[in-house]
């Protein structure tokens, strides 16, 4: 049980161009999700919290019009990041969780390569 | 601010020996709960154990053990038997009641055959 769903695993595009990330909760409901960003042989960097029905809570210094996260259901939120450039490369993880402070369960990642 | 503080940047074992990884943290909160994750080659994060801070006894799953010391804010690992599937990254994380993780910069776990 608690899987989470990651799509895609990869992505390379072009600088100017958008790429939505999807997350999705496969077996249970998610009340409250991740987004952390994790660069080479780094820790993960929490970028946002993003609960179902509201608005994402962005950590300082993420921004919000680059970065743009939708949780439009209990069992799926999205990243769209937003005419991207190379310095926004890097490896980007989910989580989510039922709430009450129990575990996160973690996708699998999206490596994000602009070229 | 919640700090969270992995002191060895690489470790190593040899095959079927036991090796512990150090954490603290610190922390004003008095309800929290503390995690190590696994992130291996394959970058997926998986979780490993799970301590909650009002509980006194260590958690245990089979061959991975805490030594959790509260008054000390110190959160090791203990890997017992290594097996080279234990090769990994290995992250302590701290929750309080925001519900958001605080990780520690990782730890390099090499598992020699």
């Known amino acids: 049980g608690a899987v989470v769903s990651q799509h895609p695993s990869r992505v390379i595009c072009k600088s100017g161009t958008s790429v939505k990330i999807e997350c999705r909760s496969l077996?249970?409901?998610?009340?409250?999700m991740f987004w952390y960003r994790q660069f080479p042989k780094q820790s993960l960097m929490l970028m946002a919290t993003s609960n179902e029905g509201s608005k994402a809570t962005y950590e300082q210094g993420v921004e919000k019009d680059k970065f743009l996260i939708n949780h439009a259901s209990l069992t799926l939120s999205t990243l769209t990041v937003t005419s991207a450039h190379p310095e926004d490369s890097s490896f980007y993880i989910c989580?989510?969780?039922?709430?009450?402070?129990?575990?996160?369960?973690f996708g699998d990642g999206t490596r994000l390569s602009i070229l | 601010a919640q700090t969270v503080t992995q002191s060895q940047p690489e470790m190593s074992v040899q095959e079927a020996e036991t090796v512990t990884l150090s954490c603290t943290y610190d922390?004003?909160?008095?309800?929290?709960?503390l995690f190590w994750y696994k992130q291996p080659p394959s970058r997926q994060m998986i979780l490993v154990i799970r301590q909650e801070a009002y509980k006194q006894q260590n958690a245990t799953e089979n061959r991975f053990s805490v030594n959790f010391q509260k008054a000390a804010k110190s959160f090791s690992l203990k890997i017992s038997d290594s097996q080279l599937g234990d090769a990994a990254m290995y992250f302590c994380?701290?929750?309080?009641?925001?519900?958001?993780?605080?990780f520690g910069k990782g730890t390099k776990l090499t598992v020699n055959p």
């Open positions: 994380a701290w929750q309080g009641g925001s519900e958001k993780l605080v």
């Open positions: 989580s989510a969780t039922v709430g009450g402070r129990q575990p996160q369960h």
């Open positions: 922390t004003s909160e008095s309800d929290y709960y």
């Open positions: 077996d249970f409901q998610a009340t409250t």
